[in-house]
């Protein structure tokens, strides 16, 4: 079982950053494959980024390719977010999800999910 716990959202101007964090309860923590997705008003829950349970291993979403950062602290049970050239089309709720084996990019790959935590990016 894996409890997670996102924080470090809220309310940026367009072009700054932002980083979120995900704290991760469990003993399975360091060896689960993390993802961050995202999800805007009326519309579907989106991938952003995943990596594996090393760190070593990362992929990301077109959208977000070269803005965002996914990292990992095994040692804390934590995975990051870095947002940065942030964007009005990035305002969503932003979610981490855990899951055992190797990075995934669909949700339904994931068994553990947090609450989410709001970005919202003004124009």
């Known amino acids: 079982q894996v409890q997670l716990v996102e924080s470090g959202g809220g309310l940026v101007q367009a072009g700054g950053s932002l980083t979120l964090s995900c704290a991760a309860s469990?003993?399975?923590?360091?060896?689960?494959?993390m993802g961050w997705f995202r999800q805007a008003p009326g519309k579907e829950r989106e991938f952003v980024a995943t990596?594996?349970?090393?760190?070593?291993?990362?992929y990301y979403a077109d959208s977000v390719k070269g803005r965002f950062t996914t990292s990992r602290d095994n040692a804390k049970n934590t995975v990051y977010l870095q947002m940065n050239s942030l964007k009005p089309e990035d305002t969503a709720v932003y979610y981490c999800?855990?899951?055992?084996?190797?990075?995934?990019?669909?949700?339904?790959?994931?068994?553990?999910w947090g609450q989410g935590t709001q970005v919202t990016v003004s124009s």
């Open positions: 469990g003993r399975t923590f360091s060896s689960s494959a």
């Open positions: 990596i594996n349970w090393s760190g070593g291993s990362t």
């Open positions: 999800a855990a899951r055992t084996g190797s990075i995934a990019y669909r949700a339904y790959e994931y068994h553990y």
